[in-house]
Structure formats: structure tokens, C-alpha cells
């Protein structure tokens, strides 16, 4: 069935949910559909014929004015093609929230102009809503964080107390236990030592979300330097082949990028496979507006569904007897990476290796 194509585009005006308008080389309101009703109250006869300044917010008339002017004039302005978020005057005296474009519609020698004018109500409501739910987000999780680290500061008080008392019965005591007794204090020992890790390291994590640094130059090269002579015993125990490319300066905190590498360096010595020395490398290539670094080990692997797990608090995908750790070794990391700006994530396979990938800005 063939149809009339000037009334079907007509019919395609008119229902559009868009206040869509013509307006002509005097700044008049040639034509406009019938979403005018229902956006601004006005029927679309009242409308033609009117400057279309009228019908905008008295704050934004004159501003309308000067760009049309220069438009008109052919001077650079972004009057055509830019939509802006403006208030418009309805019939009643109230205003309403609109997103307003031009475009140009050369039309018969003449120059017409387009309005596409939309009722953005809702739009500012739901972004209204959500930056409120991100304050409220933010200050439960500065909350969350200043109860972590109250809880792990008093948490540590009575953990000093057992380990005082078990040290106590193991010099007053020694050689007087059963073997049984003597097992207890030990396995008492082994559990107030990760659980003074594990404390010392939530600590760490909710401190990197309360203390906010001052970023400075810091040569991550002279860091990796000093973080290898720290790990020397690890290094050495493990048989580990340590390399790396020439390193750049970043702006950062030197404190949490130190910690960073060194998680990031630690992990890949600690999971390696039982009967091969680790081999791990540290690079980094320049990108347009960041560095991005990689850490490459030849150890165990992570099997893709655990590609986020491992980021989040204590999550482990080994037991403690196997992998020491207290699982928030790469939740520190993810946190460091953050206030910096940039990106952690992992790209690996299981019995394969793997690849920690982090950015950091210029500046």
C-alpha cells in the first residue's frame, strides 16, 4: 500500500514526544506540533507567530539573542548542533527543565531553523536521586572505614594480652606440659599471629580510605629497588628471578605505591608452583593520559570466574595451611590504585601464570 509520504512524516511530528518547531530568518515561530500542549501549555496556534525568546526563562532570553545574532553573523558560536539544559516558560507562569538543540533547515532559499525541545523532569529527578544516594554511599563507606580501624586499633590490646599470657606459660612452664599443652600454646600462637596480620593489614585498608595524600613525584624504579632488599630473605628462600624494565616517575603517594608493588611482587612470589623458582617481571608501557604497568609471574594462575573475587576483603581461594595470607593483600592494592585514579585487574590462567595490570595518570 503506497502512502502519502508527506503526511506520514506529518503524523511523525506531531506524536512525537518531543516539542519539535521551525523557526524563520525573524526569529519567528513558523510551525510546531502538538507535544506544545503538553510540554508548555500552549496550543500550537498561540504559539506561531511569536519570537521563540518568548518563550524561554527571562534568565536565558538574552543569552538565546546573542548567539542567534552571532549565528547570524557567522561568527563561531555553538548556537547549532549543542544541546543545553535550559528552563522554558510554560503558560501557567511556571518553568520546566528542558534540553534544548538547533539545527539548520535550508529550506527554499530560506534558512530556516529546527527546535527540538525536551521535557527533562524525570531526567534531573533521577540524577537528583542518585547523586543523593552517592553522598549517602560515601558516607556510609567513610563510616564503614573509620569503624574498621576503631575496631582492628582495640582489637589489638586484648590480642597482646594472650600472646603475653601464652609466652608467659611457655618460659615458665617449658618442658613441665604435656605434649598436648605444649601443642595448644603453639597452635594459640600460630592463630594471635595471623590475627595480628590480619589486624595490621585492615588497618592499612581503612586508613588508605580516611588519610588522603598529598601526590608527589615518585620514581617507582628507586621504589622497586627498595622493596627487593627488603624481600631479599623471601627472594632468596624462594630462588625467585626477579627482573624488570626501566621504570618511570608518576605523581603518587611513595608510601601506598610501595605497598602496591610490593603486595603485587609478594603475591606472585608467594603462590609460584612447588617445584619450579618463580619468575616474575615488572614492565610498563606509556599510554596517552596514563603509564600502565604489568606484573608478570610464572606461577599457579587464577581461573577466570575468580578474576573479581580476589579483589575483595578476605576473600581466598586457598586455605591459610596452604597459602599463608589474610586474604587483603590485593584489596589494598585495588584501594592504592584507586586514589591514584587508575585501574587494577588480572588477566590469567590456571597452571599458567599471570598478568596484574594497573594504570597510573601522569598527573
Excluded at 532559499?109 to 542518585?130: M, P
Excluded at 544516594?133 to 563510616?143: I, T
Excluded at 628462600?237 to 603486595?263: C, F, H, W, Y
Amino acid at each position: 500500500m503506497e502512502i502519502d509520504q508527506s503526511k506520514f512524516l506529518e503524523a511523525v511530528i506531531q506524536t512525537a514526544s518531543d516539542l519539535i518547531m521551525t523557526i524563520d530568518e525573524e526569529g519567528l515561530i513558523y510551525s510546531c506540533n502538538k507535544t506544545a500542549m503538553k510540554i508548555l501549555g500552549y496550543e500550537p496556534a498561540e504559539m506561531i507567530g511569536k519570537p521563540f525568546y518568548f518563550f524561554l526563562a527571562e534568565i536565558y532570553q538574552q543569552d538565546y539573542q546573542n548567539n542567534r545574532r552571532n549565528y547570524l553573523a557567522g561568527l563561531e558560536s555553538d548556537f547549532i548542533g549543542v544541546g543545553r539544559r535550559i528552563e522554558a516558560l510554560k503558560k501557567d507562569g511556571n518553568l520546566v527543565p528542558i534540553s534544548l538543540t538547533f539545527s539548520e533547515v535550508p529550506f527554499e532559499k530560506v534558512h530556516y531553523l529546527s527546535a527540538v525541545i525536551r521535557d527533562i523532569t524525570k531526567i534531573l529527578n533521577t540524577e537528583i536521586a542518585l547523586e543523593k544516594m552517592a553522598r549517602e554511599l560515601a558516607l556510609s563507606n567513610a563510616k564503614l572505614e573509620q569503624f574498621a580501624a576503631l575496631a582492628a586499633h582495640d582489637l589489638q590490646a586484648p590480642l597482646r594480652t594472650i600472646t603475653g599470657f601464652t609466652e608467659r606459660l611457655q618460659q615458665r612452664y617449658a618442658g613441665n606440659l604435656s605434649p598436648e599443652a605444649d601443642d595448644y600454646i603453639t597452635r594459640i600462637n600460630a592463630a594471635t599471629g595471623r590475627m595480628q596480620t590480619m589486624i595490621v593489614d585492615l588497618l592499612v585498608l581503612s586508613r588508605l580510605g580516611t588519610h588522603k595524600k598529598v601526590f608527589k613525584p615518585v620514581n617507582t624504579e628507586v621504589i622497586l629497588t627498595h622493596i627487593l632488599s627488603d624481600l631479599a630473605a623471601s627472594i632468596a628462600e624462594s630462588k625467585a628471578l626477579i627482573t624488570n624494565e626501566s621504570l618511570p616517575s608518576v605523581m603518587g603517594d611513595e608510601g601506598q605505591l610501595r605497598q602496591l608493588l610490593q603486595n603485587l611482587v609478594l603475591n606472585a612470589i608467594k603462590f609460584r608452583k612447588p617445584s619450579m623458582a618463580p619468575e616474575i617481571h615488572i614492565r610498563v608501557e606509556r599510554q596517552p593520559q596514563q603509564w600502565q604497568f604489568c606484573v608478570t609471574d610464572n606461577g599457579i594462575g587464577i581461573a577466570e570466574r575468580f578474576y573479581e573475587k580476589i579483589f575483595q576483603a578476605f576473600q581466598r581461594l586457598h586455605g591459610k595451611h596452604e597459602y599463608p595470607g589474610t586474604g587483603l593483600g590485593l584489596a589494598i592494592c585495588q584501594k592504592i590504585v584507586e586514589n591514584h585514579g587508575g585501574r587494577l585487574w588480572v588477566e590469567s590462567q590456571e597452571n599458567e601464570g599471570s598478568q596484574f595490570y594497573f594504570t597510573l595518570p601522569f598527573s
